[in-house]
């Protein structure tokens, strides 16, 4: 019983999505602090107020706190700026130029004959049947 745990958890894909979790929590730590450190403090050097949380109204004896939510709300949409334009716009410029041009034209198809399948129409022989085609 054992055996089959320790295979399950040294397959590659537990392991890569532990390292994930753990990549994902220390980069969230990141995120968080320059949300929490950098970017609140400009926001309230630019409007005057960093924190909405005393902001409430009282309802039928019930103290509704939307100051809070405010705070989340503002907090959740600097994070995902901050995950977007310092992870997601970088990665995927990097990888538009690593990556092969997909602009080249694919190469013009022909029939074979004999399997029918589709192949490139400078092909001397079918890739899947061998068959041969004249020069």
């Known amino acids: ?33 320059l949300v929490k450190d950098l970017l609140t403090p400009l926001i309230a050097a630019l409007v005057g107020k960093p924190d909405f949380s005393s902001l409430a109204f009282t309802l039928n004896n019930s103290r509704l706190l939307y100051g809070d939510f ?21 990665l995927n410029a990097l990888t538009r130029r690593l990556s092969p041009q997909a602009d080249a034209e694919p190469p013009k198809l022909k ?3 004999e399997c029918l399948s589709e192949i490139p129409e400078a092909a001397r022989r079918c890739k899947f049947c061998t068959t041969a085609f004249a020069a």
């Open 70 to 90: 405010i705070n989340a709300v503002i907090s959740f949409v600097l994070v995902a700026a901050a995950v977007y334009y310092f992870a997601i716009a970088p």
């Open 1 to 33: 019983m054992f055996s089959g745990f320790a295979k399950f958890v040294m397959r590659g894909n537990v392991a890569d999505l532990a390292v994930a979790v753990v990549m994902g929590a220390a980069f969230g730590a990141v995120i968080t602090a």
């Open 111 to 113: 029939g074979c004959p």
